[in-house]
């Protein structure tokens, strides 16, 4: 609740209203990897200048989206000047695409990992769960090219005479 609540900090309402530095060092906080000790040093110094030019700046009043602030950011060439921002903008947009894809594995899951085929190994089980979740594109794979694929990586022991 509290990443969701730091990425408040980004909507574009009422000229940013809801932008708070403190809120931006808390989500920067939430990627370590992602932003470093000296990061978010760099980070704190770009959020004033950052928040003075979108709220002044008349290009960025009609936006409505964290998309279109991104889009308008990379128009202006200012995703270079506030990197950082900018930074924690993609991660933020990232995220409810990344929850998705893992949702969508768990679901796959429950469907291919049953009682039947609980001693499925990680292996086995990884191969079954791509081609359920990739099924459209394997539809589209000749059959014959599999088994000519699999029959030419095929370990063969060699005849015994």
């Known amino acids: 609740?509290?990443?969701?609540?730091?990425?408040?900090?980004?909507?574009?309402?009422?000229?940013?209203?809801?932008?708070?530095?403190?809120?931006?060092?808390?989500?920067?906080?939430?990627?370590?990897?992602?932003?470093?000790?000296?990061?978010?040093?760099?980070?704190?110094?770009?959020?004033?200048?950052?928040?003075?030019?979108?709220?002044?700046?008349?290009?960025?009043?009609?936006?409505?989206?964290?998309?279109?602030?991104?889009?308008?950011?990379?128009?202006?060439?200012?995703?270079?000047?506030?990197?950082?921002?900018?930074?924690?903008?993609?991660?933020v947009l990232l995220l409810p695409v990344a929850t998705a894809s893992v949702e969508r594995v768990f679901s796959a899951m429950a469907l291919v990992k049953t009682k039947k085929r609980n001693k499925l190994g990680d292996g086995l089980l990884d191969d079954c769960l791509q081609t359920f979740i990739e099924r459209d594109i394997f539809f589209e794979v000749d059959e014959d090219d599999i088994i000519e694929s699999f029959m030419s990586s095929r370990n063969r022991r060699p005849d015994k005479k």
């Open 1 to 91: 609740m509290e990443l969701l609540f730091c990425m408040s900090v980004f909507d574009l309402s009422n000229s940013f209203a809801s932008f708070y530095a403190q809120k931006v060092c808390r989500l920067a906080e939430f990627y370590p990897k992602d932003i470093k000790g000296h990061n978010l040093i760099k980070l704190e110094s770009q959020l004033d200048n950052y928040i003075d030019y979108v709220r002044k700046n008349d290009g960025f009043k009609g936006l409505v989206n964290f998309v279109d602030l991104s889009v308008k950011l990379v128009q202006t060439n200012r995703h270079t000047l506030y990197d950082m921002v900018y930074l924690l903008l993609k991660l």
